[in-house]
């Protein structure tokens, strides 16, 4: 076992592990259709590492107002269709350096975990194939506050056994950021310095990153 002053990794699911956000996209993008509301993929931006509920607001901004059975309507219709299309995921969905990494992870004995927002996560894992390498899961199901508050990050880690300064956090949402900061977690940003700058090191996506990139990770 590797000694480091780092025990567990705390991945972000959606846009980190596997490309979910087009299909996200795609299911808001119909139900947007539907109900006459204009949705961009540059909305779809500002939806990642937010909760269902926080997206329809977004959504909505104020341009309609609907009832709360309506909103759970069309939460429920939204995530119908995201489900269709979960569905067809498979291992090969991963994206390019995460299989290789999450092996590295798992030999050298530190904990994985999956902090996600979407109440779909353990679906998502399960179709991906990655569910053996898992230790804990916090999802859409695990805590009442969503990011940019902490309360993800610190219930993984919490399973996990592990405290919140001996974890990294890997996230690629400027709420998934902050959140994990919060949490007292060093972080590892992928995307562009526009959006996860606040990271302490930052890499265009999980492609090319090993074992060593992250036990060198130092907070700012």
Known sequence: MIV?????VIFDLDGVLTDTAELHFQAWKRLADEEG???TREDNERLRGVSRRQSLEFLLQGRTTISEA???AWMARK???YRQMIGSLAPSDLLPGVAELLAELDQAQLKIAIASASRNARAVIERLGI???VAAISDGYSVERMRPAPDLFLHAARQLGVQPEHCVAIDDATAGI???RAAGMCVIGLGPVSRVGNADRVFPGLAGV????ILAVKPR
């Open 4 to 8: 480091s002053q780092f025990q567990a």
């Open 37 to 39: 509301l204009p949705f």
């Open 70 to 72: 309506q909103a759970e």
């Open 79 to 81: 995530n119908d269709y």
């Open 131 to 133: 569910a053996p390498l």
């Open 178 to 180: 902050e959140a994990a």
């Open 210 to 213: 090993h074992l060593s990139d």
